[in-house]
Nanobody, 124 residues
């Protein structure tokens, strides 16, 4: 079991930046691949970014490439999502998630553990 708590959401203007954090408690954090997903009102939860257990490999949704950066600090049991050049369409609740899998990490069902989410609102 791992418990996840996101923080860092809020309001930003278009073109601005926000930094999200997700603190993990429970079993060894480095045992999990980590992902960030988001869900806008009336839409399905969608993949944003993922990072492998070691942090050596990352992968992004097309919408996030070049603007968002996922990273992790296994010593601090934390995963981060740096979001730059924000757009109004980035407005959503952002969730971090943990997976014991090594593949299929862009799919919601690959993740067994989820945080409660943090709201990100980008104004135009």
């Amino acid at each position: 079991q791992v418990q996840l708590v996101e923080s860092g959401g809020g309001l930003a203007q278009a073109g601005g930046s926000l930094s999200l954090s997700c603190a993990a408690a429970g079993r060894t954090f480095s045992s999990y691949a980590m992902g960030w997903f988001r869900q806008a009102p009336g839409k399905e939860r969608e993949f944003v970014a993922t990072i492998t257990r070691s942090g050596r490999i990352t992968y992004y949704a097309e919408s996030a490439k070049g603007r968002f950066t996922i990273s992790r600090d296994n010593a601090k049991n934390t995963v981060f999502l740096q979001m730059n050049s924000l757009k109004p369409e980035d407005t959503a609740v952002y969730y971090c998630a943990a997976s014991t899998r090594a593949d299929g990490l862009i799919v919601v069902t690959s993740y067994a553990y989820w945080g409660q989410g943090t709201q990100v609102t980008v104004s135009s």
